[in-house]
């Protein structure tokens, strides 16, 4: 099935460090959205984007939406040893039909050194 | 509030077997969603039931069936297990049928052997 392209694959940094990935597409989406999910735990929502163009944060957590809506990344500032998983993010066309479903990228793995 | 709820949380099968797995979505929510998670990627969108009617079906073979019951509770249904099936299998559930902000349940981990 189709996944996004989500980038990098993993990440391993130090505590207090920002950390950057996207997440690209070749068909546009009107919905973002970004999950972290932790071993042995479904996929948690962090931050939803309903706009080309839109900026939304969530604690130390940024999302955007990317003008051309077939790309998004995530920022998280001041990383800490609890930001540890894998950060997946997912598009939605909302048109009708069949398109509702959410499609996923393969996830980026974060591991925070404390 | 209860979040939204699966059970078996694990489960080992056989290969030709059948299994039947449970999802209890959040309380309001009337659109329940079914996703396959193969070790190290992302979730692959299976079903989505909203007001008990299929309203999208994924790239799944006819082995996979689902249902919506009147408490908008829902079961997923695998027929004539295979290796292959082996993956952790997640609801989803949201207020609407266009099932932005979906929230996903713990999963149910299917191991067939």
């Known amino acids: 099935g189709q996944q996004l392209n989500q980038s990098p694959q993993s990440m391993f940094i130090q505590e207090g460090e920002d950390v950057s990935m996207n997440c690209t597409s070749s068909s546009i989406f009107n919905t973002w959205l970004w999950y972290k999910q932790e071993p042995g735990e479904g996929p948690v929502l962090l931050i939803a984007?309903?706009?080309?163009?839109e900026l939304t944060s969530n604690g130390r957590l940024t999302a955007q939406f990317g003008i051309t809506r077939k790309d998004s990344f995530l920022n998280i500032s001041a990383s800490i040893p609890s930001d540890v998983g894998i950060y997946f993010c997912?598009?939605?066309?909302?048109?009708?039909?069949?398109?509702?479903?959410?499609?996923f990228g393969k996830g980026t793995l974060l591991t925070v050194n404390p | 509030d209860a979040g939204v709820t699966q059970s078996p949380t694990h489960l080992i099968k056989t290969r030709g077997q059948q299994v039947t797995l449970r999802c209890s979505p959040i309380s309001g929510h009337k659109s329940v969603s079914w996703y396959q998670q193969v070790l190290g990627q992302g979730p692959q969108f299976i079903f989505q039931y909203y007001e008990k009617e299929e309203r999208g079906r994924g790239n799944f073979p006819d082995r996979f069936s689902a249902r919506q019951f009147p408490n908008y509770s829902s079961e997923l249904n695998v027929n004539a297990l295979l290796l292959g099936d082996s993956a952790l299998y997640l609801c989803a559930s949201s207020p609407g049928f266009f099932n932005t902000e979906a929230f996903f349940g713990q999963g149910t981990r299917l191991t067939v052997v």
């Open positions: 997912a598009g939605q066309l909302n048109s009708g039909g069949s398109n509702y479903k959410l499609t």
């Open positions: 984007l309903y706009k080309a163009g």
